[in-house]
Structures are given as structure tokens and as C-alpha cells.
């Protein structure tokens, strides 16, 4: 089993970037976290991707295709605004889960429309960092029911 977790856009300035929401811990920590916990829920490769840009996003979700057996997304803002990134999800057909390090639903009415959730399976919200961890081990699951 493979899993790839793709990261939308701000989330490389984890840390410095607003720590009353989103905590102190960095982008590197969270691929550490990622890849211990993709490890210890049974998955050979955990692909970690970040990118600033819709495009580099709907390009890696649709090379997951025949390489992952499902992907854990933050799309971030995208999360919102992206009909791409939810095409691209629903034409590789994987098994997805939605995950947000605050909790989306108590924040700005804006953040409270996902498109990319219409194609998950699952969401994890409002856990910090390790709502990756519980992400994963969903998917993992979720592939081995
Ligand atoms: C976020 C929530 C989004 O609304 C926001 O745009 C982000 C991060 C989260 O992880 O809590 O960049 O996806």
C-alpha cells in the first residue's frame, strides 16, 4: 500500500504562519509526522508533496494514478475555491481523505464550502498535526476492509 499526501498552498510556512491557528510546528515536522505514520499504519511509500499552485496540484493527484493506493489532501484555500482539484480527485477515482489542521467549521463562513470533500471518503478537522496521522490511519482502513 501507498499513500501521498498532498499539501495546498501556505502550508511550507507552517510555524511562522499565524501559530494561534495553525500551531509552532513546521512543514518539516509535518512530513516527519507523516511518514512515521504512514510507516506504522503499513504503507511502504508515503509521498509528501506541497505546492503553492492549483496546477502542480490536480498534476500530482492525476500521476497518483497506478503509483498510490489513495491520498491524504490538504488542499488548503484551494479547499474552497477548486472545481480542478475536485475534477481531479473524482477522475483518478482513489480513495481520498480531507484533512484541515483547525477547525474549518467554526472558522470564516468561506471555509465552511469544500469542494475537494465532495470527493472523500472521510474528513479529519480541527486535530492540529496529527489530524494527518488520524487521516491516514483511515485510509489505511478504509484499503484494508
Ligand atoms: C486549512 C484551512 C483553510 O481554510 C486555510 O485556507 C488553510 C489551511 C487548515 O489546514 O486548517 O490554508 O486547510
Do not use: W
Not at 469544500?114 to 491516514?136: D, K, N, P
Amino acid at each position: 500500500m501507498n499513500v501521498l499526501v498532498l499539501n495546498g498552498p501556505n502550508l511550507n510556512m507552517l510555524g511562522i504562519r499565524e501559530p494561534g491557528i495553525y500551531g509552532t510546528q513546521t512543514y518539516d515536522d509535518l512530513e516527519d509526522l507523516c511518514h512515521a505514520a504512514g510507516a506504522e499504519a503499513g504503507f511502504e511509500t508515503v509521498g509528501v508533496f506541497q505546492s503553492n499552485h492549483e496546477g502542480d496540484l490536480v498534476d500530482a493527484i492525476q500521476e497518483a494514478r497506478g503509483v498510490y493506493d489513495g491520498i491524504v489532501i490538504n488542499p488548503a484555500a484551494y479547499t474552497h475555491t477548486s472545481i480542478a482539484i475536485l475534477d481531479a480527485l473524482k477522475a483518478v477515482g482513489l480513495p481520498a481523505v480531507e484533512v484541515h489542521i483547525s477547525d474549518v467549521d467554526s472558522r470564516e463562513p468561506f471555509r465552511q464550502t469544500s469542494y475537494a470533500g465532495m470527493a472523500c471518503f472521510a474528513r479529519v478537522a480541527g486535530e492540529g498535526l496529527q489530524g494527518y496521522a488520524h487521516a491516514i490511519r483511515m485510509l489505511a482502513e478504509h484499503l484494508e476492509a
